[in-house]
């Protein structure tokens, strides 16, 4: 007998957008980039990175886009109705997604591990004890 694969959902604040993913996080942490700050009205945003192969979204998003650290495009998604960030990434076209923390279901399935960009944290944003710092992206 197979268990099944660890099961974790979350979604906009009005339900309309909505994900699952099976299996394990590939990495969680806390993104303090000016583009992040600004997106989330917040300090950091708390993440989860998980491969497109372990996801599901159901329901519309809206894209946000801006051009990365890398210079490449970043794509955000929020809720057209509602307006909540759920999600980085294109659906169908990228290898992976970047799920916003503050949307899952069970917010104890945020287990961080890093801080990335930490060079831009605002002085008042203190990183968790543990976690492991980067100045930019890791490589």
């Given at each position: 007998?197979?268990?099944?694969p ?6 906009c ?14 990495y969680?942490?806390f993104?303090?980039?000016t583009d992040?700050?600004?997106a ?6 708390p993440?989860?990175g ?6 599901r979204f ?8 801006s051009t990365?650290f ?13 307006g ?6 294109i659906v169908g076209e990228d290898?992976?997604?970047?799920l916003y923390?503050?949307s899952?279901?069970?917010?104890s399935v945020?287990q961080p591990s ?8 605002p002085s008042w944003?203190?990183?968790?004890e543990?976690v492991?710092?980067?100045q930019?992206?890791p490589?």
């Amino acid at each position: 007998m197979v268990d099944d694969p660890k099961r974790f959902t979350g979604g906009c604040m009005c339900g309309a957008l909505r994900y699952e993913v099976r299996g394990e996080p590939q990495y969680a942490g806390f993104c303090y980039c000016t583009d992040c700050r600004k997106a989330s009205g917040s300090g950091a945003i708390p993440f989860i990175g998980v491969s497109a192969a372990q996801v599901r979204f159901s329901g519309e998003s809206r894209h946000i886009r801006s051009t990365s650290f890398r210079g490449t495009e970043a794509v955000r998604n929020r809720c057209p109705a509602c307006g909540s960030l759920v999600f980085g990434g294109i659906v169908g076209e990228d290898e992976s997604h970047t799920l916003y923390a503050g949307s899952l279901d069970d917010p104890s399935v945020f287990q961080p591990s890093m801080a990335i960009f930490v060079r831009d944290k605002p002085s008042w944003m203190i990183p968790p004890e543990g976690v492991t710092l980067f100045q930019t992206m890791p490589g």
